[in-house]
């Protein structure tokens, strides 16, 4: 069984501008014990991930913000549906970031889910899975995946 991933000092961050789904999904991880950078737009994702390179570059990946430095970035949740960004590219750009991403789509969007997990989404979940399930599905993505390997 996978060492869990404590959420405790970090931020995952939350890609969508559906006000009703982004709330849902914001609600979700913070029921983890994590905090939610909740973002509408592809340059505000763009802002949080140049942060936390830049943040990592300084201190370290496992810096945490008990250990004095900024929350870490956990992962990026993206909200496939989203109608003022490309949520494939947000996907992609996330994973050339180095973060890992799950993300969020129509249960029977079958051409969407699968674009998105060629962008490198670990995984693809229904809107109705992450409702119901949100908080235990953000727990076990982040203990299964455990921290990404960092390339220099």
Do not use: C, N
Request: net charge negative.
């Amino acid at each position: 069984m996978a060492e869990a991933t404590s959420t405790a000092g970090g931020t995952i961050a939350v890609l969508a501008d559906d006000l009703m789904w982004a709330s849902r999904l914001v609600a979700a991880v913070e029921r983890t014990g994590a905090q939610a950078a909740r973002l509408s737009t592809q340059e505000q994702l763009e802002t949080v991930l140049l942060a936390a390179s830049e943040a990592e570059a300084e201190v370290g990946p496992e810096t945490t913000a008990a250990g004095g430095g900024q929350p870490r970035l956990l992962g990026v949740v993206v909200d496939l549906g989203g109608r003022r960004y490309d949520g494939t590219a947000a996907v992609a750009r996330a994973v050339a970031a180095r973060q890992r991403v799950i993300a969020v789509a129509q249960h029977d969007d079958q051409p969407t889910r699968k674009r998105a997990l060629e962008a490198g989404a670990l995984r693809v979940f229904s809107y109705a899975k992450l409702f119901t399930d949100g908080p235990q599905v953000i727990e076990r993505w982040l203990a299964a995946e455990g921290p990404l390997e960092r390339r220099a």
